[in-house]
């Protein structure tokens, strides 16, 4: 039972423009919401959160969207840089203890 | 600042054995959560442990079952070991003052876990 999706196995982005990562989930008991980064050969490092009483998040090139009445969230990269090339997990908890991770999105920028 | 550290980075085990998995948590942390990633897919929920004891667990077996000492550091122990537990087994932390919600977890980069 997959309550959190990720529709698109892979994405390549040229260098400086806009990389849109998608999201889905079907838990309306989830209200908050994580991407993470990870390299190969590494543990995912923390992006970016959300919670449901919002609908949108910025941290520096990262922004985060939330769609509540669609299940839906997405990460957008402005500008994307090569150094951004790395699997993207979106994470959904109800609890904030037991996350649901989605099956990942790899970014490729190209440069 | 060292972050979560586990051992080993790599393990092969035969079907029907034991394995115990370990974890320090960042310095910092209280809180122990283990995740099992399969091949292509994305982690796994299997338990938290908080105050040494194991505060919430998803869906896996009782085969499955961890330990958190005083100092924070926590074990995995996976019991009659089947093909289908080979995966990449993380260990994430994180603080009271900084929950995961929030804040995400830190992961360690985890063991690989091969069952033959």
């Known amino acids: 039972d997959q309550q959190v999706k990720q529709n698109s196995p892979s994405l390549s982005v040229q260098e400086g423009r806009i990389s849109i990562l998608n999201c889905d989930y079907t838990n309306s008991m989830f209200d908050y919401f994580l991407w993470y980064k990870k390299y190969p050969a590494e543990g995912p490092t923390f992006l970016i959160s959300i919670s449901s009483i919002k609908d949108k998040n910025e941290d520096g090139r990262f922004t985060v969207f939330l769609n509540k009445s669609a299940k839906h969230l997405s990460l957008h990269i402005v500008p994307s840089q090569p150094g951004d090339s790395a699997v993207y997990f979106c994470a959904a908890s109800g609890t904030g203890n037991q996350f649901y991770f989605g099956t990942g999105t790899s970014l490729t920028v190209i440069p | 600042d060292a972050g979560v550290t586990q051992s080993p980075t790599h393990l092969i085990k035969t079907r029907g054995q034991q394995v115990t998995l370990r974890c320090s948590p960042k310095s910092g942390h209280d809180t122990v959560s283990w995740y099992q990633q399969a091949l292509g897919q994305g982690p796994q929920f299997i338990f938290q442990?908080?105050?040494?004891?194991?505060?919430q667990r998803g869906n896996f077996p009782d085969r499955f079952s961890g330990h958190q000492f005083p100092n924070y550091s926590s074990e995995l122990n996976v019991n009659a070991l089947l093909l289908g537990d080979s995966a990449l087994y993380l260990c994430a932390s994180s603080s009271p003052g900084q929950g995961a919600a929030n804040y995400g977890y830190t992961f360690g980069s985890g063991t690989r876990l091969t069952v033959v």
């Open positions: 442990y908080y105050e040494e004891e194991e505060r």
